[in-house]
């Protein structure tokens, strides 16, 4: 019963089975959004008007598909998978191997008969086929009269390394999906913050208890006043508050360290410092008007202690100044830094308050899907290695010549009748 079991484990049907449930499976996790509140599945899947007639947000919060690569099912269903691909491995591949590598000598002329090609020649060529087939990289086995030849071993062993490589991938994704986090920030420049705002984490996740200061954050912008690139210049601090690593990060090229990836994603508008006619240095807080299709900051700023009278200021880049305009909303100019505007009473504008948008995320999988995928490149190119076998048998004055190779049979043939010719 155990063969057996482990044998219908090892079946390629089954394990194709397997296959598809995890795809099928993917597919619910790419098309469900992953990880939102409760009110967005409500929102998005209702019950009175459910998707595809059945699809709802209480049986997407029942069956775990709004986490479905962290759910216990799927975690088991890679696992399965996993098992079948080491089963097969072992009951089927390096047996396999162990055969390729063994001496399999022809003893009688009817076993020629079963081959690709094969043929007969005049027992006058013995000598001089032995020496073709050591010149083409054949490893040649002779007992008497009949020979054994083989070349491209190495190709074998392409079915071993793929199950490997598949293998490594599904256990770096069980482990990304155990240990991993996902945090947001949003931090003021100048700040400093410890990682708080988790989006999403495995069940053995350890949060890291590091601290990170934002030093600056900027944007560039092309001739056509269109931003090219977010930059945060951060540090990663210690215990004692003392700089350990310092990096500007921008998009696609992140800040690493210890395994956690800071991305730069967002950034904000948070407020402006004024300096009124008594020199004294004024904050306001900036409003994101949030209808409008591009990022626009409001604020009003009061010319009397009634709060009735003053300026509105709109502001939509960060570039160094604000536009101003009256109760009525007629356009007065613009504001720059450092510059003073004389409208009743004097303002200058000190500094734009910012704040940007980290990703922090971890993912200790990585590298063992990374490696998976290289054995898995890597058996790609040994697969096209072409594993040949040639028999001869001398028997009286002819020799029974035949071979079989596992591809490339048309380059083989070409290969055979090459050295019958010689």
């Not at 009175?48 to 699809?55: A, E, H, I, S």
């Not at 890291?208 to 990663?236: C, E, G, H, L």
Request: charged fraction near 15%; hydrophobic fraction near 45%; glycine fraction near 6%.
């Amino acid at each position: 019963m155990k063969q057996r079991f482990f044998r219908s484990l090892a079946d390629l049907r089954f394990a194709i089975a397997i296959l598809l449930i995890i795809a099928v499976s993917s597919i619910i996790g790419t098309v469900i959004e992953q990880d939102q509140s409760i009110e967005v599945y409500k929102l998005n899947y209702p019950l009175t008007n459910k998707v595809f007639g059945f699809l709802s947000w209480d049986i997407i919060l029942k069956f775990g598909f709004d986490h479905v690569y962290k759910t216990w099912w799927f975690i088991s269903l890679i696992l399965i998978f996993g098992t079948s691909l080491l089963t097969c491995t072992i009951l089927q591949q390096l047996p396999s191997l162990k055969i390729s590598r063994r001496c399999q000598f022809f003893r009688t002329s009817k076993q020629f008969q079963k081959l690709k090609v094969s043929t007969k020649l005049s027992s006058k060529k013995f000598q001089q086929l032995l020496f073709k087939l050591k010149e083409t990289k054949y490893s040649i086995f002779q007992q008497k009269n009949i020979i054994y030849c083989y070349k491209g071993l190495i190709g074998r062993i392409a079915p071993i390394v793929v199950h490997f490589s598949m293998i490594l991938i599904l256990i770096g994704t069980i482990v990304g999906s155990v240990n991993g986090f996902k945090a947001q920030e949003i931090i003021p420049k100048t700040e400093t913050f410890h990682i708080q705002n988790i989006l999403n984490n495995g069940q053995l996740t350890l949060i890291p208890k590091v601290s990170t200061r934002i030093n600056d954050f900027w944007i560039t912008y092309t001739k056509q006043t269109t931003i090219a690139q977010f930059y945060s210049d951060i540090s990663i601090l210690n215990i004692d508050g003392n700089e350990i690593e310092r990096k500007t990060i921008f998009v696609n090229s992140p800040a690493r360290y210890q395994g956690i990836n800071y991305y730069q994603t967002d950034w904000n508008l948070i407020g402006l410092r004024i300096q009124d006619s008594n020199s004294k240095i004024l904050q306001y807080p900036l409003i994101n008007l949030l209808n409008t299709q591009n990022k626009i900051w409001i604020s009003w700023i009061p010319s009397n202690l009634t709060l009735k009278q003053g300026f509105i200021v709109l502001i939509d880049n960060l570039q160094g100044y604000c536009s101003v305009y009256d109760e009525l909303g007629q356009f007065l100019g613009n504001l720059e830094l450092n510059e003073t505007f004389n409208q009743n009473i004097p303002i200058t504008l000190v500094e734009i308050l910012s704040s940007t948008g980290l990703q922090i995320k971890t993912d200790p999988g990585i590298p063992l899907i990374y490696t998976g995928f290289f054995f898995l490149m890597l058996s790609t190119l040994i697969s096209y290695i072409t594993y040949s076998q040639i028999w001869i048998v001398k028997n009286n004055q002819k020799i029974f010549i035949g071979g079989n190779t596992t591809r490339a049979a048309f380059d083989f043939e070409i290969e055979f009748f090459k050295l019958i010719k010689t």
